[in-house]
């Protein structure tokens, strides 16, 4: 089975360390490719720039707080692009707002996760997506 790619939109520092130690912890076999803005996320995306040779992700795991282009915006624009439509994306979020849910699942993000606050929450969490989101569900073709 080869591994997997899960593409990280994540602007803190802290938890970009906690996800790739998580993923260790977890045993998840996935290469964890990380940017920090939505912009960056989109050039990733659609292999532009810097991420020419960039592997197109299995999952992309989206935070909403992010400088120069939030997941909301990030979201809209990967579920109107036909090449990019058909990739799960999760929504990582401190947040817990009903509206923030809401407002993710109206733009047809996947999956809505609060992340935890510790290390050992987020190996469940990561356990979890890659238990279903990685192994079980079956995915369309890169």
């Not at 990280?8 to 998580?22: F, I, M, Q």
């Not at 998840?28 to 810097?50: C, P, Y």
């Not at 733009?107 to 279903?132: E, R, S």
Request: charged share 30%.
């Amino acid at each position: 089975m080869r591994s997997k790619d899960i593409l990280l939109v994540e602007d803190t520092p802290g938890d970009v360390r906690l996800a790739h130690e998580a993923i260790r912890d977890a045993k998840v076999r996935a290469n964890l490719h990380v940017v920090g803005d939505g912009v960056e996320a989109m050039a990733f995306l659609r292999r532009q720039g810097k991420y020419a040779d960039a592997a197109r992700p299995d999952l992309v795991m989206l935070d909403l707080t992010m400088p120069k282009k939030n997941g909301f915006e990030v979201l809209t624009e990967i579920k109107a692009d036909a090449g990019l439509k058909k990739i799960p994306v999760i929504i990582f979020s401190v947040s817990k707002s009903e509206g923030d849910i809401r407002r993710a699942y109206d733009l047809q993000a996947n999956c809505y996760v609060v992340k935890p606050a510790d290390l050992n929450g987020l190996i469940v969490v990561i356990k979890a997506i890659d238990d279903f989101w990685l192994t079980a569900a079956t995915l369309p073709e890169k």
